[in-house]
């Protein structure tokens, strides 16, 4: 089967898109842990902010609302 150039820039651009945000979520989880906000860090939980990254910045793509729930912890 012959796959066409637009289906296959799209399979490159995606496995790439994936890889980026696969290191960006390490980097943040790490970042997360050392500031004691994850569930097996976090000393209130409240303050585990794991769920909080999956629910603004994966599934509903609102990031700075993500960035404003962790700049008004206390």
């Known amino acids: ?8 820039k799209a ?11 696969k290191m960006n979520e390490r980097i943040i989880y790490r970042w997360l842990e050392k500031m004691k906000l994850t569930e097996e860090t976090c000393s209130d939980i409240n303050r585990d902010m794991e769920d909080a990254f999956i629910d603004y910045c994966k599934m509903t793509n609102s990031p700075d609302e993500f960035i404003e729930v962790i700049e008004n912890l206390r």
């Open 11 to 21: 399979i490159r651009d995606c496995a790439e898109a994936e890889n980026k945000a």
């Open 1 to 8: 089967m012959k796959v066409p150039e637009n289906i296959k």
